[in-house]
C-alpha cells in the first residue's frame, strides 16, 4: 500500500466519523506505518494490546493468513485522547480471524475500530465483537468492511456491535459493509446503542448494592462479550481491567 501524502478527511468513508483535529496532530507520515504480519499456514497468531493515552494513537495491522492459519486480536481502547486501531485482514483457505474490542471513556476523544476483512478463498471464518461505552461527549466508533471474493465459497463471517451510552452527549457508530461475490456464504451483522438497564440498576440497588458498583457490574457483563473467545485468562483479565479502570475516572 502505498504512504500517504494528505490527510484524509471525513470525505473518506473509513475516516467519516473520525477526528481531523487529531491526525494532524499525530502526521502524515503515520498514515504510512504498518504492522505487517504473515501468518503461516496451520499456525496461529494472536495479541492483546491497551490502545490510547494522553496523546492521539493510531495503531495500523496488516494480516496475511495462510491456509487453516488463525490470527487473533483483542485490544481495549481507552485514554484521554484520540485512538484508533485499524486492521486488514486477508483470510487463505479454511483461515480464521478472531477479533474483539472495547473502546471505552469519556471526554470529547474519538475511540475507533476499523477493519477490512477479505475472505479471499473458500472455507474461511471470521467473528468480530465490538462493544463500545461512553459518556460526556465522547465517541465510540466500528467500521467493519468484509469482502468475500468469487471464489471464496462456504465463507462464514459474522460482526456484532452493541454501545452503551452513559450521558446523554455521547455517542456511539456502527458502520457494516458487505461485498460479496460468492452465493453460498454465511455473512452477518448486528449493530445496537441503547443505555443501562434501569430495572437492572434498581434489582441491584433493592439488594443494597450501591450506584457506582451496580454500574461497574453492568459494564463489565456488557463489554466481556468482546472477550469471551480469548482462552488466555491473565490476558482477557488484564483487558477487563484497562476497561473497568477508566470507568472509575467518569463522574455520572
Not at 496451520?42 to 492459519?69: D, H, K, N, Y
Not at 456511539?172 to 460468492?182: G, S
Not at 437492572?200 to 472477550?227: C, H, K, N, S, T
Request: charged share 25%; glycine share 10%.
Amino acid at each position: 500500500m502505498p504512504e500517504a501524502s494528505t490527510l484524509p478527511t471525513r470525505r473518506d468513508e473509513a475516516w467519516r466519523y473520525s477526528d481531523p483535529d487529531a491526525l494532524a496532530r499525530i502526521g502524515v507520515d503515520a498514515l504510512g506505518q504498518w504492522q505487517d504480519v504473515a501468518v503461516p499456514a496451520g499456525e496461529t497468531w494472536r495479541e492483546c494490546f491497551v490502545l490510547g493515552s494522553v496523546a492521539p494513537e493510531l495503531r495500523r495491522i496488516r494480516l496475511t493468513l495462510g491456509q487453516g492459519a488463525r490470527a487473533e486480536i483483542f485490544a481495549t481502547a481507552r485514554g484521554s485522547d484520540f485512538a484508533r486501531l485499524e486492521v486488514e485482514v486477508e483470510l487463505g483457505e479454511g483461515a480464521h480471524f478472531e477479533f474483539g474490542g472495547v473502546t471505552i471513556g469519556g471526554g470529547e476523544a474519538v475511540r475507533e475500530f476499523v477493519t477490512t476483512t477479505e475472505h479471499a478463498h473458500p472455507n474461511a471464518t471470521s467473528n468480530q465483537t465490538v462493544r463500545a461505552v461512553h459518556w460526556d461527549r465522547a465517541t465510540g466508533n466500528f467500521l467493519g468492511e468484509i469482502k468475500v471474493a468469487r471464489g471464496a465459497q462456504k465463507t462464514d463471517a459474522a460482526q456484532d456491535f452493541k454501545g452503551l451510552l452513559l450521558a446523554a452527549g455521547a455517542s456511539a457508530n456502527a458502520v457494516p459493509q458487505l461485498e460479496i461475490f460468492a452465493d453460498d456464504v454465511k455473512c452477518a451483522h448486528g449493530a445496537t446503542v441503547g443505555q443501562l438497564d434501569e430495572n437492572a440498576r434498581y434489582y441491584m440497588a433493592a439488594r443494597g448494592l450501591a450506584p457506582e458498583i451496580a454500574e461497574r457490574l453492568l459494564v463489565q457483563a456488557f463489554i466481556g462479550d468482546a472477550f469471551v473467545a480469548l482462552e488466555n485468562e491473565s490476558e482477557r483479565e488484564n483487558l477487563l481491567t484497562a476497561a473497568l479502570t477508566a470507568l472509575e475516572d467518569a463522574k455520572l
